[in-house]
């Protein structure tokens, strides 16, 4: 079995059982995982990410060739690469059947990450407007790759203006059309949780007054 061209010996091969992984990373934020093994025409493949199975969707696309044209290859597409997506990503070949032992690859995927950080802008806070206006609630949002805030109420417990309980927002900025009295109040925005990864969330306050 190979990894990135780098030999490695399963503590059981089965059959010249062999993986061959090679990762592309384009300019774009899109990375392709492609697995080949043989024997070929006996092989099925899974995904796993972190130990759990992965299914095919529409930013993880996992395809595998017609067993005709290039047999014995799995694909793993990742669009749009996202902080949550790193973590370890395994392929298991095996043998259909079974009764002959499987043999997996794991791939970490990874980046030089700066741990997230929230801050209210200043004169942000607290946040004057009319009923019936339209107002712009903004958390400062750093961090590599920019976490996706999560916006809730703070000082109670009611849905935000879509119906929903939290509210997400890949800029740090919470929009609200035609405010009315009973908005007014506390705000948090807080950083979304990461798969794989021990960050505790970061959090901030903004509290809006909406007055007549």
């Known amino acids: 079995m190979r990894i990135d061209g780098t030999p490695v010996s399963p503590s059981t091969q089965a059959r010249n059982l062999g993986v061959i992984f090679d990762p592309t990373l384009s300019l774009d934020p899109h990375i392709r995982q492609v697995v080949e093994a043989t024997p070929p025409e006996e092989l099925t493949f899974s995904w796993l990410k972190n130990g759990r199975a992965l299914r095919s969707s529409e930013r993880m696309v996992i395809t595998q060739t017609d067993?005709?044209?290039?047999?014995?290859?799995?694909?793993?597409?990742?669009?749009?690469?996202?902080?949550t997506d790193f973590g370890t990503y395994t392929c298991?070949?095996?043998l259909k059947g079974g009764g002959i032992p499987e043999i997996s690859i794991d791939v970490n995927i990874?980046?030089?990450t700066v741990p997230p950080n929230?801050?209210?802008?200043?004169?942000?806070s607290p946040l004057v407007t009319r009923e019936g206006d339209t107002v712009e609630l903004e958390c400062l949002v750093s961090g590599k790759p920019k976490p996706i805030i999560l916006w809730s109420r703070a000082d109670k417990e009611v849905p935000m203006p879509d119906g929903s309980m939290q509210m997400e927002s890949y800029d740090g900025v919470l929009r609200i059309?035609?405010?009315?009295?009973?908005?007014t109040g506390s705000y948090r925005c807080q950083t979304s949780q990461y798969n794989g990864f021990n960050v505790k969330p970061r959090e901030a306050e903004v509290e809006l007054i909406v007055q007549l």
């Open 67 to 83: 067993p005709d044209i290039s047999p014995g290859t799995t694909n793993l597409d990742i669009i749009d690469l996202k902080f």
């Open 92 to 94: 298991v070949a095996a």
């Open 110 to 112: 990874s980046s030089t």
């Open 118 to 124: 929230l801050t209210v802008p200043r004169g942000k």
């Open 177 to 183: 059309v035609n405010v009315s009295r009973e908005m």
